[in-house]
């Protein structure tokens, strides 16, 4: 299994992101000062790069070596862009099937859900530069290596991402409970994107309004959600049973 790749050090990361490598995430010391330091902030900032201020022990405890109060992650896998994957798929496929995650944080449940995205033919996901969880070692291992066979696409916003996908006549599902609709009274059976949220907040409300439609889980017991894996993985599935009932 190929593992998350660890540099440190301001002007190695700074060439590594010229060099064009996968940044996947960067650590800043929180009092960072210097003009090499606001070089790297700049190219961060126009790269669009996820940036994480931290206490100097945090540092320390991802690395013993000299870090110069930086430290980043390169991620295990390459990106798409959303362009570069929606045309891909469009072009082989008469009925796609994404994925878009909103702000998960947790590597375990995203290495969960790429595993799931696997299993049922999503042709891609979907997630946010900056606030998403990063493709780690703990991810990889969690999808079973589902994570080197499904395409992922980075954006600056996923508002962006359903703005496109619609415009491709992708139709926009959001997973909320926020509604009164109930998952089986929605089509899946025709191109469509389902929105996962972050587990705290779910999905955010301004992408909530854009989206085509939104659907809820039916909940019986006293707990009012699911894990968000669990919960994509009912999504995904009651696609899959619409999509199987087309072809029959």
Do not use: W
């Not at 570069?84 to 859900?113: C, H, M, W, Y």
């Not at 809820?216 to 699911?226: A, N, Q, Y």
Request: hydrophobic share 40%.
């Amino acid at each position: 299994m190929q593992k998350t790749t660890q540099i440190y050090g301001i002007r190695a990361i700074i060439e590594a992101i010229n060099a064009g490598e996968p940044i996947d995430k960067v650590f800043i010391q929180k009092g960072l000062k210097g003009d090499l330091f606001k070089e790297l902030e700049g190219i961060l900032r126009k790269k669009g790069i996820n940036a994480s201020y931290v206490p100097i022990e945090k540092l320390n405890r991802l690395t013993q070596n000299n870090h110069q109060g930086v430290v980043a992650n390169i991620s295990p896998i390459s990106f798409y862009s959303l362009e570069e994957l929606v045309e891909n798929v469009t072009a082989n496929k008469k009925l796609p099937l994404f994925l878009l995650l909103d702000q998960l944080s947790d590597v375990r449940n995203f290495g969960a859900i790429i595993r799931t995205a696997e299993c049922t033919g999503v042709d891609g996901i979907i997630i946010q530069k900056k606030g998403a969880a990063p493709v780690t070692a703990d991810t990889i291992k969690t999808s079973a290596g589902a994570a080197f066979k499904v395409p992922i696409a980075k954006v600056d916003h996923i508002k962006d991402a359903v703005f496109y996908l619609q415009a491709c006549d992708i139709k926009i599902i959001a997973a909320t409970e926020k509604t009164n609709t109930m998952i089986y009274e929605i089509p899946f059976d025709e191109p469509c994107a389902i929105i996962m949220g972050s587990e705290d907040r779910g999905i955010s409300p301004s992408i909530i309004k854009v989206a085509n439609h939104s659907a809820k889980l039916p909940l019986l017991g006293e707990i009012g959600s699911l894990n968000v894996s669990v919960a994509c993985g009912v999504f995904l599935y009651e696609a899959v049973r619409q999509r199987q009932n087309l072809q029959s």
